[in-house]
């Protein structure tokens, strides 16, 4: 009640710069912040006492170092206590009481009546200081008009002593200074709380004054809790040209049999497999997108391996041009007619690829005694040596013997004759012939008896047609 009178006498007064008044100001600051303890309640001036389990009045006095200063003594009161000048202090206490009559005894003369006046009560002065006030609000309220007390705002009216860095918080009868969120006291000053030292983001933190920003590396998205992330599936987009497989932060790009990654990682670029290699096909390799296929040259068929050239067979399926007089001859990617044989003078046919010529005729004396017609294909470059052909005599003689040569056609020396018996000979290709090319060898085989002294010879012409191409 004394600080409730002090108090208004400062406001009304307007001396708010007297020591009086700036002292009241530090005490209700003081009284403001002392806090309760032990995780119980209690109302200001008073502290939780574990052991008695209930709140005990602080005596001030004795736990605030200078609690009144100047002419000023602590008198300590139950929730608080009270500075009152010594000099107030030292006076000896009057109670101001009313006039009261003088008592009336009864005259001793006249007798004493039977009914017995008492004396007026005296009062018992009280073993501490009483000050006298008429404020009828505690401090941190005013009276308003209609006879209520209402909580001062110290932090409207600017009354408070809070840091400027601090917030002045209104609260029931005084007031809290305290920091903005994102803020802590230090030293009596709010300073910024770092976030991002705490980890309060999961992956990117950025902090700002009073709070801080959450972000993601790319690949990721915030979540709606605005700090951690997570995956996206860029997939959905459909960024890769051809297939995607999301992965945790990004995601990769596969691209279809034949065809290599780009690169910018998403779009698919075709492989040229003929550039690989040259033997991926027998002939001609032509790059198709994501494969490749391979064609043969005219006369031959891609194979079942798609790879190999099989000589088309015209005569067997009839499509060629010979005539029905005619023989048709296929040889490697191609055909021939041949036309019926005929027989120079002094030869006469004696079947339908044999001549012979009479030992009967004169003219006959020095010419070979038969000439057989064979034909045969070649593919051109073949490798060597390789036999290709033979030669065996079918009349033996007793006491003969036979020779087999080469007699015309070799003029390159690609062939030689490599005897394998008495009766019998092969023809060997010794270098290797590049076609489109046709090739008339005259084959002889000489038969020698000396016992009756005869020579005699046979030929075998044989015409060779070489390819175009080595398949």
């Not at 041009?321 to 005929?342: D, I, R, S, W």
Request: with cysteine.
């Amino acid at each position: 009640m004394f600080l409730s009178a002090l108090n208004e006498g400062c406001l009304r007064d307007h001396n708010s710069s007297s020591p009086l008044c700036r002292m009241l100001a530090a005490l209700l600051f003081i009284l403001h912040w002392i806090q309760p303890g032990h995780g119980q309640t209690c109302t200001e001036g008073f502290v939780y006492d574990r052991r008695a389990r209930q709140c005990i009045d602080v005596d001030e006095c004795r736990t605030l170092p200078d609690a009144c200063r100047g002419d000023m003594r602590c008198v300590n009161q139950n929730g608080g206590y009270l500075c009152i000048p010594r000099s107030l202090y030292n006076q000896p206490y009057r109670p101001e009481t009313p006039d009261l009559p003088e008592p009336a005894y009864p005259d001793p003369s006249l007798g004493f009546p039977d009914t017995f006046v008492p004396a007026v009560p005296r009062s018992v002065e009280p073993s501490y200081p009483r000050v006298r006030t008429t404020a009828p609000c505690i401090l941190g309220y005013t009276l308003a008009e209609d006879g209520t007390c209402n909580d001062i705002d110290e932090c409207e009216t600017n009354s408070h002593h809070c840091n400027p860095t601090q917030v002045c918080i209104n609260t029931a009868g005084g007031y809290t200074c305290s920091c903005t969120e994102g803020y802590w006291l230090i030293g009596g000053q709010c300073q910024d709380i770092d976030e991002c030292r705490y980890g309060y983001c999961q992956q990117l933190c950025a902090n700002v004054p009073g709070s801080y920003s959450c972000s993601c590396n790319p690949g990721f998205i915030l979540n709606p809790d605005s700090r951690t992330c997570q995956d996206v599936d860029e997939c959905n987009d459909e960024p890769c040209s051809h297939g995607c497989f999301n992965t945790y932060g990004s995601f990769m790009c596969n691209c279809d049999e034949g065809f290599e990654l780009a690169a910018d990682g998403t779009s698919c670029i075709d492989l040229d497999e003929c550039s690989f290699s040259e033997f991926l096909c027998q002939h001609r390799c032509v790059n198709t997108p994501g494969s490749f296929s391979c064609v043969c040259p005219p006369g031959y068929y891609v194979y079942e391996d798609g790879r190999s050239c099989e000589d088309f067979n015209e005569c067997d399926t009839g499509n060629n041009t010979c005539t029905t007089a005619q023989v048709c001859f296929n040889f490697q990617g191609g055909f021939t007619c041949l036309n019926p044989l005929q027989c120079h003078s002094p030869y006469i046919e004696v079947s339908d690829n044999q001549c012979m010529c009479s030992a009967e005729n004169p003219a006959c004396r020095d010419q070979p005694f038969t000439i057989l017609y064979r034909h045969m294909d070649l593919s051109s470059g073949r490798s060597v040596p390789a036999d290709i052909f033979q030669m065996q005599a079918t009349t033996r003689y007793p006491g003969a013997f036979y020779i087999f040569q080469i007699k015309s056609g070799n003029d390159g020396r690609e062939f030689y004759m490599r005897q394998t018996s008495n009766v019998s000979a092969t023809l060997v290709l010794s270098r290797p012939i590049k076609g489109p090319k046709e090739v008339v060898l005259d084959l002889e085989m000489v038969t020698v008896n000396n016992v009756i002294n005869f020579r005699g010879s046979s030929i075998i012409r044989l015409t060779i047609f070489v390819s175009e191409h080595p398949f």
